[in-house]
Every structure is written in C-alpha cells, then in structure tokens.
C-alpha cells in the first residue's frame, strides 16, 4: 500500500472549519493519480498514447472524524481487485500527526477507449495489484 501526503488549505474547508466532505473525492482522486504513476506511465500518458480512460463507476466514502485547515493527512490506497474491465481502488485517509483514521472508502473504474467503446485493463494497470 503506498501513501502521499497533504495539508488540507483553507478553501478546502467549510463554513465550520472542517474539511467540505466532497473534498474527500477530490484526494481520492489525487491518490489514484500517483497509484496509477508506479505502473509506469501517467494518467495523462495513458490518455494521449494508449487512447484509455478509467472513469468512475461507483464511489463511496465513509466519514469518520473531520480534518481541518493546515492539517496534514496521510492519503493511503491500493488496487483491491479487478474483475474483467474494471477495477477497485480502496483508500484511507489519516491525519499524519494523531495517526486517526479520518476516511475511508473505494471507486470503482471501467477501462473505455477514447471513443467511449469497453477495453480489456492493460497489463500496467493489473500489475498495481502487487503495489
């Protein structure tokens, strides 16, 4: 499981101080990003040279205690599973000085080409099962 790190600034939270709840969709986002980066290429990469997409199918997200401005968190992940076109990324979401688990939660992904047409996952993106 690899992780990166954040401190959450101001315009990420709400008029209570705490971190906007979609804002967890957004580091989830962040996370899969770099997740995808260790198979090799980026997601960019793959999108101008493969001609492949992963949009999200399902997300879900778990709140359990609020981050707040200036915190830093720790964005853990992995790739749970893959079943034909699609797959799971699963993610947790620390505070990095308290060690209290904040997230947690999963997006589902299908593989598409450019054209919107289902594609078979590439062999890259089922080698980040073992990451």
């Known amino acids: 499981m690899i992780f990166i790190e954040y401190r959450i600034p101001y315009g990420d939270t709400d008029k209570m101080g705490v971190v906007y709840y ?6 989830f986002e962040m996370f899969r990003n770099e997740l995808i980066r260790t198979s090799g290429k980026s997601y960019k990469e793959i999108e101008e ?3 492949l997409m992963f949009p999200v199918l399902e997300a879900y997200c778990n709140y359990i205690y609020p981050a707040k401005y200036d915190d830093i968190i720790e964005i853990h992940g992995k790739l749970e599973k893959i079943e034909a ?3 799971k990324i699963i993610y947790k979401i620390f ?4 060690k209290q688990l904040l997230v947690e939660g999963y997006t589902w992904h299908i ?3 450019i054209d919107s047409k289902l594609r078979k996952l590439p062999e890259y993106i089922k080698s980040m099962l073992y990451k």
């Open 22 to 27: 979609a804002n967890y969709f957004r580091y």
């Open 49 to 51: 040279k493969d001609q």
């Open 85 to 87: 076109n699609r797959f």
């Open 95 to 98: 505070n990095k000085n308290t």
């Open 111 to 113: 593989c598409i080409s």
